[in-house]
Every structure is written in structure tokens, then in C-alpha cells.
């Protein structure tokens, strides 16, 4: 379960960073500020696909860092796990 958590990280980190290197628009400004762009339904294309861009960014960003987390608590315990130690002949 852990390993599809990390899978789903890396999807999601790989795809916001195809998004945010997009020429068109500077989306990082846009995702922390308040843009009354896309509220306008009779906009140009252009601003239309900028906005789908900038949902897009807040759905990556949100899925890969709940995914982060599931994955860092279901991988977490296994790294804690200790080997046992193998005694010799002698004990």
C-alpha cells in the first residue's frame, strides 16, 4: 500500500511540474493570489486553459502531499524493523 502512496507521489509531483513549465502563464503567482480570472465564463481559450492549468496545480499538489504522507506512514515501520541476530554454534 505504501509503494502505490509513492507511486502516486512521484505521478503527481512529475505532472505539476509539467504544468508549472507551461510558457503561456507564470502559475506559480497565480496559485498563492487571488485571481478573479476564472470567474468570467465567457473568457478567451487561452484563459480558460490557464485556469484548468491552475486546478490541476491545486489537485497535484494537494493529492501529492496527502499521498506523501499515507506512503511515509505505511513505509515508516519498516525501516524500524531490526534483524535478528544469528547465534553461533558455540551458544
Do not use: Q, R
Request: aromatic share 14%; hydrophobic share 45%.
Amino acid at each position: 500500500m505504501g509503494i502505490s502512496f509513492s507511486i502516486i507521489t512521484l505521478f503527481s509531483l512529475i505532472s505539476l511540474y509539467k504544468i508549472l513549465n507551461k510558457e503561456n502563464f507564470n502559475i506559480i503567482e497565480s496559485m498563492f493570489t487571488d485571481t478573479n480570472m476564472c470567474e468570467d465564463f465567457e473568457s478567451p481559450m487561452e484563459i480558460n486553459n490557464f485556469c484548468i492549468d491552475l486546478n490541476s496545480a491545486y489537485w497535484l499538489v494537494s493529492s501529492s502531499i496527502i499521498s506523501l504522507i499515507i506512503s511515509f506512514l505505511c513505509l515508516f515501520p519498516l525501516f524500524l524493523i531490526k534483524k535478528k541476530e544469528k547465534h553461533g554454534k558455540g551458544t
